[in-house]
């Protein structure tokens, strides 16, 4: 039985590459970092904790390294987001956030994650007694079937909610999937790119003139309810099908699936196809999210484990032409 809560946890994310408008201005590592992140005068106020583990999202723009906008700055009274590795989920926030209301900025006061910066433009962490990262739940990986690296750009939750988060997949790497003790227990949210491309060029806002970023043509989610049930998540980026986005009615040419480890999945199959697929269709049972995109889910059962698997259309060609070929050759086997 599929818990309501976590469904709505993991359904909120399929709206929530819609909510964002064009005007954003603004390998495995299992370890949680525990050391207090410290008073940093260097550079100015409201410095990065630097070499504490935690992942640098554009140091050299003007967010710092804080998993905010290039252009958006981390200031005196207010709390600055950041990206932790791949794998592990921020465990700071601001304890007033106690609610997520969908669409919220970060000037609302209700989506204010990560660590605080004063009025003296120390870092002070929300809960001293907890680490900046930990693990997740472990029971989802980004597989990559392709022949190039492909970017992962996880959303901002709590924060801007914009895709800075950076997980690079050159094979498989375990994704941050969120239990409930995450904030709000809501689910991890990521765009996945078409493959070449880097993280770097990737997570960062763009613009529709490039097929990547959140214009990318994927998205995908995750979170694990209280049972040990996992609900993940793959569908097509509201964005991408916006009348204004100039490759609206490109197939891309890589796929996405689910697929599970052993027995006992929901849902399956949940997959992408562009050889058989055309835009904002799928093959299986999928239903319509924000903005008319079609997505799918799958549940994984406690003790289960699945992988978000990346591949592209060539090789489904090659292999279904070489079938072809074989039967012409074959002609009554």
């Not at 909510?19 to 299992?30: A, E, K, L, T």
């Not at 750009?153 to 801007?160: A, S």
């Not at 904002?280 to 995109?293: F, L, Q, R």
Request: with cysteine; charged share 15%; aromatic share 8%.
């Amino acid at each position: 039985m599929k818990s309501s809560s976590a469904i709505v946890a993991l359904l909120a994310i399929a709206a929530e590459a819609a909510s964002h408008g064009h005007d954003h201005g603004h390998h495995h590592v299992h370890r949680s970092v525990e050391v207090e992140a410290p008073v940093a005068k260097r550079g100015g106020s409201c410095q990065f904790p630097s070499g504490e583990g935690l992942i640098a999202v554009t140091p050299s723009e003007l967010n710092g390294g804080w998993a905010m906008s290039p252009n958006q700055e981390c200031k005196p009274g207010g709390y600055c987001p950041y990206a932790c590795p791949a794998g592990q989920v921020s465990m700071q926030w601001d304890p007033e956030a106690t609610s997520y209301t969908y669409p919220l900025s970060m000037t609302d006061g209700e989506q204010n994650g990560g660590l605080y910066c004063d009025e003296d433009g120390k870092i002070q962490k929300p809960f001293p007694d907890r680490p900046y990262c930990q693990d997740g739940t472990g029971v989802v990986s980004a597989k990559n079937k392709c022949k190039e690296q492909v970017a992962f750009c996880q959303t901002v939750l709590p924060g801007n909610e914009a895709m800075l988060i950076p997980t690079l997949v050159e094979e498989l790497v375990t994704l941050a999937v969120p239990d409930l003790s995450y904030w709000c227990e809501t689910a991890a949210h990521f765009y996945i790119n078409p493959p070449g491309y880097t993280t770097e060029t990737a997570c960062v806002w763009g613009t529709s003139e490039n097929p990547y970023g959140n214009w990318s043509p994927y998205v995908a989610g995750a979170n694990t309810d209280g049972e040990g049930n996992t609900f993940v998540k793959i569908g097509w980026n509201p964005i991408y099908l916006e009348p204004t986005t100039p490759f609206r009615d490109v197939v891309p040419d890589f796929g996405v699936e689910i697929e599970c480890e052993g027995d006992g999945c929901n849902g399956l199959p949940c997959k992408i196809d562009p050889a058989v697929n055309g835009v904002n269709e799928m093959t299986g049972a999928n239903t319509d999210g924000a903005g008319g995109a079609s997505f799918c889910v799958v549940t994984v059962p406690k003790g289960g484990n699945a992988n978000i698997v990346v591949f592209q259309q060539q090789q489904q060609q090659q292999q279904q032409q070489q079938q072809y070929l074989d039967q012409q050759h074959h002609p009554h086997d």
